[in-house]
């Protein structure tokens, strides 16, 4: 292959590839390299682009040895980095070569990008962290009492009841944390795959506001829906019609009106609000909005951003307290980008917070 040959051939190629020939100067390169390393790469010896002794040693055993080889390549960026994985291939020159000349041989570096897979490595430990975490002060707990019920508290009727509360407390603690994580990951799942059904969101909400008033009652609230600028469900042509499945936007409301309740505090009202209004940015066109407003003490601004993640709580205690197993607002976020919706958060400290979610209109 001659080396025009070879250019055009990496320059079709979409990852980064060097051409590096027997005297360790880069002949040829493709868009994709010269965008990562720069245009003047062009001629240069490979040791004075690349720079990294792992990397720099595997090429030297290559051209020496003519055998395939892999390395690493790293480059630092505001986001912590991105990791290649450089295959380091050896190109004969036409007529072959006598490998006892000492002379170096032609090689060809194809870089890809492996920072993904290293991503999904650190979220599958921290997930795997996480969840052993949250399990093990249960089961600590429980296995506490079970040790001291057949000891010192034996026969002490009192103790053995209480102890017995704590533990079912605990237990169904551990099913709904179990519960998350299967419904999470049913919906991570699933979360490429646009619904189709059409659904009257004013209709869902109905049937979370009729679900959510008994406990809301039981604590002094009131749970609210108010339709600004929509007709009652029975008017078909304003009805708040979205591509959605039913049974998740259930789950999105009934998480975010439970939510509101627990943490908006007792005889404290929660109003869901559903309005029709025009798109921006990346969501163009009508959109209908549903907004979850609580009157609580509000979230501080550098929580925000984080209340999605797994696991996270703006207060621990708190939260497991009242029975969160921090997934929810996971579970909302990944059902919302299913249904090619945003969530939006707004809070201020003492005045509450506002969950709001947008879905382009069917």
């Known amino acids: 292959m001659t080396e025009s040959q070879l250019t055009t051939v990496m320059e079709a190629v979409p990852e980064p590839m060097l051409h590096i020939d027997g005297q360790g100067t880069i002949q040829a390169t493709n868009a994709a390299a010269r965008a990562l390393l720069g245009e003047w790469i062009l001629g240069r010896s490979y040791a004075a682009v690349l720079r990294q002794p792992g990397l720099l040693g595997r090429i030297e055993a290559v051209q020496a040895e003519g055998q395939a080889g892999e390395a690493r390549f790293e480059l630092a960026d505001s986001a912590g980095g991105i990791q290649f994985r450089v295959r380091i291939s050896v190109l004969p020159e036409q007529g072959g070569r006598d490998r006892t000349s000492g002379a170096r041989w032609p090689i060809l570096l194809h870089f890809t990008d492996i920072t993904h897979l290293r991503e999904a490595e650190e979220m599958r430990r921290d997930f795997v962290a996480n969840v052993s975490h949250e399990l093990r002060t249960p089961l600590t707990a429980v296995l506490g009492f079970i040790e001291t019920l057949r000891g010192p508290a034996k026969e002490d009727a009192a103790a053995r009841d209480r102890f017995l509360s704590i533990m079912e407390d605990e237990a169904r603690r551990m099913n709904r944390l179990v519960s998350d994580l299967l419904s999470l990951s049913r919906v991570e799942a699933a979360e490429r795959m646009r619904p189709s059904d059409i659904v009257d969101l004013g209709a869902v909400l109905d049937g979370v506001i009729a679900a959510m008033r008994p406990a809301a009652e039981e604590n002094g609230n009131t749970v609210e829906l108010l339709r600004d600028g929509l007709a009652r469900p029975d008017d078909d042509r304003l009805r708040a019609l979205i591509h959605g499945d039913r049974d998740q936007l259930m789950q999105v409301f009934l998480n975010l009106t439970e939510n509101a309740l627990k943490y908006g ?3 404290k009202p929660v109003t869901v609000r559903i309005l029709r209004e025009e798109g921006s940015a990346s969501l163009k066109g009508p959109v209908i909005r549903v907004d979850v407003i609580d009157r609580g003490d509000g979230i501080d601004a550098q929580h925000i951003p984080r209340l999605t993640e797994r696991f996270y709580r703006v207060d621990t205690h708190r939260s497991r307290a009242m029975g969160g197993t921090g ?17 939006r958060i707004a809070s201020e400290k003492g005045r509450g917070s506002t969950f709001s979610v947008l879905f382009p209109e069917a």
């Open 327 to 343: 997934l929810g607002l996971a579970i909302v976020k990944h059902i919302v980008n299913r249904h090619r919706g945003r969530l």
């Open 265 to 267: 505090g007792p005889n």
